[in-house]
């Protein structure tokens, strides 16, 4: 038993190993996020890339009719007041004349004005979207750096060496339980999340081999028909909050204050759950972890 003034080194590392563990997951959760942000920028950046080339394509071509009339009119030589009063054959036709050269004229310029405000409008867009990129980018970069850097100090305390095993993370149940699986949705999300058990845990992951864990319920609910982000902060706020008493199978389990982990609610007392790396998605307990919150995903029963 160590001395009262001295920490015992072992319960200090493992303190470390739980901190660090916790602070990878979380920063695991914001990468995902970042992830999703990037593929929603993408999508936004090739529907604008759809849509620049056509309004391009317009504009050109209505340069090129623009440009046409005023050439044909030059040609024509009715370019000039003086030169359409000359060949009118009164006054009265003359004013008609240059009324109609004056109304094409004007909605001519106007549609041109307005397809090119349209065209710098998307340019704009364009624009912005490339920066929001760089920014998301850079993101990636920094948390992917803050990512090998835990690691390290988890190879440091000797946390990867318990990670290169791909175990059963301590606290897992096999005591045979099996969920009851509803007709429903939430019924088809509890079972595809039940037939993963054993697979082994991979950052970022969505399926099929591998999983982390908002890949793993998000890729539940997604064979459900329902979709919910790669990220357990954000589904948590897709989702509706419900109290402990109302948890029923398919809801999720939010743990830890900056909700970094979910977990899949399966009945009896018991989540699944896609741990850390190095270990396999298992059954445990529902209070394994501190928990922040519960949530049911928006389907209709049955």
């Not at 704009?124 to 920014?135: N, Q, Y």
């Not at 999983?211 to 793993?216: E, K, N, P, R, Y």
Request: charged share 30%; hydrophobic share 40%; aromatic share 6%.
């Amino acid at each position: 038993m160590p001395d009262a003034g001295h920490a015992d080194p072992v319960t200090d590392r493992q303190r470390q190993l739980a901190t660090a563990w916790q602070e990878l997951e979380g920063v695991i959760e914001r990468f995902n996020a970042v992830r999703d942000d990037l593929r929603t920028t993408d999508a936004q950046l090739e529907r604008v890339a759809a849509r620049t080339a056509p309004l391009q394509a317009r504009v050109d071509a209505a340069q090129r009719d623009t440009d046409e009339v005023a050439a044909a009119l030059y040609r024509s030589g009715a370019v000039t007041s003086t030169a359409v009063l000359i060949s009118a054959p009164s006054p009265g036709s003359f004013m008609d004349q240059l009324a109609t050269l004056d109304h094409l004229q004007r909605r001519r310029t106007d549609a041109l004005r307005r397809l090119k405000a349209d065209r710098d409008a998307l340019t704009k867009e364009h624009d912005e979207l490339d920066g929001l990129k760089i920014r998301q980018r850079a993101q990636q970069q920094e948390l992917g750096q803050r990512k090998a850097t835990i690691e390290a100090q988890i190879k440091r305390l000797g946390g990867d060496r318990a990670a290169r095993g791909a175990r059963t993370p301590s606290g897992a149940l096999h005591d045979g339980y099996v969920p009851v699986f509803t007709d429903d949705a939430a019924g088809r999300a509890v079972r595809f999340a039940f037939s993963q058990l054993g697979k082994v845990y991979r950052w970022g992951a969505d399926g099929p081999d591998t999983f982390d864990c908002s890949g793993l319920t998000m890729a539940a609910w997604k064979a459900a028909g329902v979709v919910l982000p790669h990220n357990a902060a954000r589904q948590k706020k897709t989702v509706t909050p419900i109290r402990r008493e109302d948890l029923r199978p398919g809801d999720l389990v939010f743990y830890y204050k900056d909700v970094s982990h979910v977990g899949m609610y399966i009945g009896d007392g018991r989540v699944v759950e896609a741990p850390r790396a190095g270990e396999r998605i298992s059954m445990r307990l529902l209070d394994y972890a501190p928990i922040v919150g519960y949530g049911r995903p928006d389907y209709t029963a049955g």
